[in-house]
C-alpha cells in the first residue's frame, strides 16, 4: 500500500493566487481528513468526510478555504484567493472506522 | 472544546536516556493514541490505548492509558538518535467519533 500520497510537497504562490492541494487517501478507508499544522497553533482540524460526504467544517477558517471529495479516492483543498497567513504544512490524512489515522507527508505552502 | 496539553514541550538528553511524557486533558477520553512526526514527514502512528489502565509496549515504547481517562503517558527507554522528533497524543472529541484532538506535542531531541 503506497499509503496516503499528497500534491504537491511543495508549493509557492503569490498573494491572491489560487491554490490547489490533493489528496488520495488509502484505498477502502472511509474517513479523510484535512490538517493544517503551524508552529503557533500546532495541528489544526479543516473539515473531515465520511463516505466522500462533509461531516464538519467547522476548522475551516474563513470562505476563501473549500475542499470537496467527489469520490473515495480524491480530495482536493482550495484556497482562493490564498494570503501570506495561510503559510502553513497542510496534511491530509484517513482512517478506517474506529482505527487511528494515516497522514500523508504534507505540503508545505508558502504565499509571499 | 477540548484540550490536550502536553508536558515537557521540549526535551533535550543524551542517547541512552530513558524518556517520559504525558499528555492530561480537560475531559475523559475512551481512546489514547501515540503518534510520532519525524521532520519533513506526516505524524505516524505509534502506539492505541482502548482501555483505563492499559499499559502497551511497541518495542522500546511503552505507553499507559491512565486510570483516570484523563491522562497518558509515553516512556522511550535506551534512547537512540532515530527517536529525534515531536511526539503528539491524541484521542477522539467525543465517545465513538473519528474526529481526532491532537495534544500540543513534545520536541525530543536527542544529544550525541
Known amino acids: 500500500d503506497a499509503g496516503v500520497i499528497q500534491s504537491p510537497r511543495h508549493e509557492v504562490t503569490e498573494m491572491g493566487q489560487e491554490v490547489t492541494l490533493r489528496c488520495k487517501p488509502i484505498s477502502g478507508h472511509d474517513y479523510l481528513f484535512w490538517y493544517r499544522q503551524t508552529m503557533m497553533r500546532g495541528l489544526e482540524l479543516l473539515i473531515y468526510?465520511?463516505?466522500?460526504?462533509?461531516?464538519?467544517d467547522s476548522g475551516m477558517p474563513e470562505d476563501r478555504f473549500s475542499a470537496k471529495m467527489p469520490n473515495a479516492s480524491f480530495s482536493t483543498l482550495k484556497i482562493q484567493p490564498s494570503e501570506p497567513r495561510d503559510s502553513a504544512v497542510y496534511f491530509c490524512?484517513?482512517?478506517?472506522?474506529?482505527?487511528?489515522?494515516?497522514f500523508g507527508s504534507g505540503t508545505r505552502l508558502t504565499v509571499v | 472544546g477540548q484540550q490536550l496539553n502536553q508536558s515537557p514541550q521540549s526535551m533535550f538528553i543524551q542517547e541512552g536516556e530513558d524518556v517520559s511524557m504525558n499528555c492530561t486533558s480537560s475531559?475523559?477520553?475512551?481512546?489514547w493514541l501515540w503518534y510520532k512526526q519525524e521532520p519533513g514527514e506526516g505524524p505516524v502512528l505509534l502506539i492505541a490505548l482502548y482501555k483505563a489502565g492499559e499499559l502497551t509496549s511497541n518495542g522500546r515504547l511503552t505507553a499507559q492509558f491512565g486510570i483516570t481517562r484523563k491522562d497518558s503517558f509515553l516512556n522511550i527507554s535506551a534512547s537512540i538518535p532515530s527517536d529525534v522528533g515531536i511526539y503528539f497524543c491524541a484521542g477522539p472529541s467525543n465517545f465513538g467519533n473519528e474526529k481526532l484532538t491532537f495534544g500540543t506535542g513534545t520536541r525530543l531531541t536527542i544529544i550525541p
Open positions: 468526510f465520511n463516505n466522500n460526504v462533509p461531516i464538519d
Open positions: 490524512a484517513s482512517s478506517l472506522t474506529g482505527y487511528g489515522y494515516t
Open positions: 475531559s475523559i477520553f475512551n481512546t
